[in-house]
């Protein structure tokens, strides 16, 4: 083998363990928790391991679709809420309908601000 072909290899080896690890290392960690009930429904979208800036999420059931407004990460973390309950609402929950949730289950998805899915995600919603 040539010293010029061994040197590419080792670079290439390198290069790829690099790229590995930082792939890891930023790997968006997306919790989505929903519940339903005969008067009220709610559900949270929260990011982790997020790059720094602003986001805003998507809370979707059946045909129903809600999403918030552009909050900035706190250290790599975001979170939202969604619910039909006023006070939650004042208290900066974005608004859905008490019927939002459709056969128990929803989907919460994370855009960056220049609207981008970052991440999405689908579970079964706790039935109270």
């Avoid at 982790?48 to 706190?74: D, I, K």
């Amino acid at each position: 083998m040539s010293k010029t072909f061994t040197r590419t290899l080792a670079l290439l080896g390198a290069l790829s363990t690099l790229s590995l690890a930082a792939f890891d290392a930023s790997a968006v960690e997306l919790r989505v928790k929903c519940e339903t009930r005969s008067d009220r429904s709610r559900g949270s979208v929260d990011g982790r391991n997020l790059a720094a800036g602003s986001y805003s999420a998507v809370f979707s059931s059946g045909g129903n679709r809600a999403q918030s407004p552009l909050e900035h990460t706190v250290g790599d973390e975001v979170e939202f809420d969604f619910d039909s309950n006023k006070r939650d609402i004042r208290q900066g929950a974005t608004p859905i309908a008490k019927n939002f949730i459709v056969n128990d289950q929803a989907t919460g998805a994370l855009y960056n601000q220049a609207g981008h899915l970052v991440a999405s995600k689908t579970v079964i919603c706790r039935r109270q």
